[in-house]
């Protein structure tokens, strides 16, 4: 059922999707769809997490991943201030808002912030500041200092371009992404802080790890359990920032 908030209604933690799956649902191929939109629909009408983000009252599956990352590293504590980037439609940032109390649900807990960016339009989330923007356009970064006004305890990134069918081509477009984040993390993340991002397996993955490697003090990949087996997403997981270096300059990092 959905939460009048927007936001889900029972964190199940860890719950691995399996055991909701009802019986398979097949789509039979009709006229002008083309067998991949066919497949894609088959995929979502079978996917557990699909079912189970719909019971939760969350906006998409991506959700469980943003779940899942937490139960392991424990990043998202009450009162931690949050920039989400690629937040549509939202998924994520529901989880985090509850997770760091930004909508003050809880009122013993401390409150944390989560300021959400994305291109494409996101539905009002309570406790959750949203900027319609392209991260790489200029001024976005400086729009989400604007929000923060002050130093970000996390910096999450499911931020994924469309993809043009070419893989090595995709593979650059989201890795310019994912670069742009890291440095905008180490520009704004306070001691200690966290950086997570979606990336995809291939070749420039090693060299965003070298970066991270200089700014925090641990780094690793992490594939969890909502993420799909067959795709070749993982996360980079950065924790321990380092400090931002006193001759740090974002724009020649
Ligand atoms: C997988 S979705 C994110 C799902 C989200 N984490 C959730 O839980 O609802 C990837 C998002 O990245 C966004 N995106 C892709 N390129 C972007 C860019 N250059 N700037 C901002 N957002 C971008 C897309 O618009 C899309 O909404």
Redesign the pocket.
Known sequence: MVNKRGSGNRDRRQSSGRGERGLTVRVKTARGRKMSSTLWLQRQLNDPYVKMAKLDGY??R??YK?RDIDDRFNFLRQGARVV??????????QIVADRVNSHGNDPKKKIGKVIG????PMEHLDGCQFIE????DEG?EDAVKELLDGEADCVIS?????TTGHKATDHLRIMT?VEAAIYFSIDVLAKDGVFIA?VFEGGATSDLMTILKKYFTKTQHFKPGASRKDSSEKFLIATGFKGKPADFDINNP
């Open positions: 906006r998409g991506a959700a943003i989400d980037l690629g937040a549509a439609p939202g998924g994520w940032s960016l994305d291109l494409q923007m392209d991260f790489l976005a499911d931020m994924a371009p469309f992404l979606k």
